[in-house]
């Protein structure tokens, strides 16, 4: 297998993953509007929850330390990554998730993400601190016992499978009442409640089901790369999606796809072939995260909802046979 | 027709913001099926008042009462689903959401909202959808509207803002309609056109409690009136009357404007 075919098949799988956490996103804050400065914190949650359920128990003497160690089979470490995700999502959400004020939201987000940063980082009997955990086992691979390049085009098909599936999900909750109500919040929340939504509970499930994307986004991108740590998961990680987010334009999902494509396949990418300046190793995610800057100024300026903005809902009109009355309507009956 | 049970009971009602009383010791009841206004001039805890009872805040000491049950401190989404549905003093249209999306959110008991429903049986919400687009095209085009139904909100013009916040509220089935002022900054003509809605919805069955500065509307269609002024209830009954009552007269309304109102 080529070189090129491998180097394709990676930006494919960073794509499918990146997809996933970007409608993830577009759950919370695109459909119900909830500033999570922290949606990282979930993918990392996915990603370490996989990591320590597929991994065996830890060896003694390798000196990578981590909790669980339940060596369990595909998909099922997947699944745990994303529920556990989810999990911490209705907690964060139960303390967050104030039904007057959004911004004390994202103030609570970003604080409890930075916290469980540095307690994932210096609790290292949890996920092996900042070394992180590594030697994770590649899913299925213990069935289809392929080599490195034949297994990465073979993750295409592991993530696609999730990626679909999710797809269905993101796609009918945007389609359904609730995402309708949800959108409603979005806009105002004091009146969907005074229309009788419950919109803490909706905003709540809005933020579980956002969280549960990013656990399966980080539990395949653990299974991907076979190892993880807190580099990649710190705050301008969240930066990142939220710019695809808002390139791509919030509400929308194939938004998501482009947002996703032009961040993680170009501008991405085209940073790697920047000539490198020697002894500066924070240069190159430095200048990565410069030129996404610049793309989402670029875009906000002359698409302020983004590229593929918010499509508007339609609904096939069956309706009683009378057209609309154009005289009457203007002359509703008066009290005699 | 009035009955005897009032659907709304406000008992010694009242809220402060810091040093300021704003509801104080408020008590007044409207009955069922009631056109009933509450006036005063601004300042007087109105909207406040319209919060308490819709649950947007919640009062210092009080009781509220509707249909017999104490909804007291109850959160704005268990009160409107009881059937008490408010609208706000400034137009709040979701404003990306497009007209029919506006009134379609609005509707009581959507099975589709359920988490189940959305995800793995979308076809449930999609029927119960069919029928809710009727429903609100029929109201849509009863207001005026129909030909904005596809357009988001945020584009219509001040007035439609106006009809589109008496369909919405329409379609969450109300017993008991609590508006903020519904005519405020509205044209004469569109004026009538809201009176016309609102006597027959009233006829319709939905009671109605509005506050209103537009007394001429109010004397004409409102068959109780409550007066409040500095936070508490200053005098009730029907305009007619209210007009010669001195207090009303020295708090609010002020020869000139009884005189050109009446005239
Ligand atoms: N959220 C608030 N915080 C502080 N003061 C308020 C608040 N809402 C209303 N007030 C004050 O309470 C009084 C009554 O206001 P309001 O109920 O809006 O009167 P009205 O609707 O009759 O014009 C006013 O003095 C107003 O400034
Ligand atoms: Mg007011």
């Known amino acids: ?336 | 027709m009035p009955t005897d049970a009032p659907i709304l009971e406000i008992d010694n009602l009242s809220r402060r913001f810091g040093g300021l009383q704003a509801v104080d010791d408020c008590s007044f009841s409207i009955q069922e099926g009631m056109l009933a206004a509450l006036i005063g001039p601004n300042g007087a805890g109105k909207t406040t008042l319209v919060n308490l009872v819709a649950g947007a805040l919640s009062p210092n000491s009080g009781h509220v009462r509707f249909g017999g049950l104490d909804i007291t401190g109850w959160s704005p989404h268990r009160i409107a689903a009881r059937g008490l549905v408010r609208t706000f003093q400034i137009s709040r249209e979701w404003a990306q959401l497009t007209v029919l999306e506006n009134l379609l959110v609005a509707a009581p008991d959507q099975r589709g909202e359920g988490i189940w429903n959305a995800i793995v049986r979308p076809s449930v919400g999609r029927a119960q959808d069919r029928e809710l687009v009727a429903q609100a095209l029929d109201s849509l085009d009863a207001f005026g509207l129909y030909a904005m139904r596809n357009e988001y909100a945020a584009t219509l013009s001040g007035g439609q803002k106006r009809l589109l916040e008496l369909a919405r509220a329409v379609m969450a089935r109300p017993r008991l309609l609590l508006l903020d002022e519904p005519m405020a900054g509205v044209n004469p003509a569109l004026t009538d056109q809201l009176a016309g809605h609102i006597e027959q919805l009233r006829r319709g069955g939905i009671t109605f409690l509005l506050v209103e500065h537009n007394l001429e509307f109010v004397e004409k269609s409102c068959d109780h009136v409550v007066v409040m002024a500095l936070g508490r209830t200053l005098a009730t009954g029907v305009m007619g009357d209210l007009r010669r009552n001195p207090e009303v007269i020295g708090a609010y309304l002020g020869g000139e404007s009884v005189a050109s109102a009446a005239g």
């Open chain 1, 1 to 336: 297998m080529s070189a090129v075919v491998f180097y394709i098949a990676t930006i494919v799988n960073y794509f499918f993953i990146y997809n996933i956490l970007a409608w993830g996103l577009n759950i919370q804050f695109g459909y119900a509007g909830i500033l999570d400065f922290t949606y990282i914190t979930f993918m990392a949650t996915g990603a370490y929850i996989a990591g320590v359920t597929s991994l065996g128990r830890q060896q003694p003497g390798t000196g990578v330390v981590y909790i669980l160690g339940w060596h369990l089979p595909f998909p099922i470490p997947i699944l745990l990554g994303g529920l556990a995700a989810a999990a911490l999502g209705l907690v964060i959400g139960l303390v967050a998730i104030n039904r007057l004020r959004s911004d004390y939201l994202a103030i609570v987000t970003l604080s409890v993400g930075i916290i469980l940063y540095s307690l994932v980082g210096n609790f290292t009997n949890l996920f092996d601190g900042f070394n992180g955990l590594v030697g994770v086992p590649e899913p299925l691979n213990g069935q289809v016992h392929l080599g490195v390049n034949t297994y990465t085009v073979f993750y295409i098909a592991v993530a696609g499978f999730f990626m679909a599936i999710l797809w269905v999900v993101a796609h009918r909750l945007l389609r359904s009442p609730l995402g309708r109500t949800m959108r409603a919040i979005r806009e105002d929340v004091d009146v969907a409640e005074a229309f009788g939504k419950n919109t803490f509970r909706i905003r709540l499930w809005a933020m579980v089901i956002g969280s549960f994307f990013a656990g399966i986004g980080g539990a395949l991108l653990i299974g991907f790369i076979g190892a993880f740590s807190p580099d990649g998961w710190s705050t301008q990680e969240t930066f990142i999606i939220w710019a695809i987010l808002l390139i791509g334009g919030r509400g929308n999902l194939w938004g998501s796809v482009l947002g996703s494509f032009l961040v993680i396949a170009l501008l991405s990418e085209a940073t790697r072939y920047l000539p490198s300046i020697p002894n500066n190793a924070f240069l190159e995610p430095a200048l990565r995260n410069i030129v996404i800057g610049a793309g989402l100024i670029v875009v906000l300026r002359f698409r302020p909802r983004g590229i593929l903005p918010e499509r508007k809902a339609t609904f096939a009109e069956v309706r009683a046979p009378a057209p609309p009355r154009e005289s009457a309507r203007l002359e509703p009956g008066h009290a005699d």
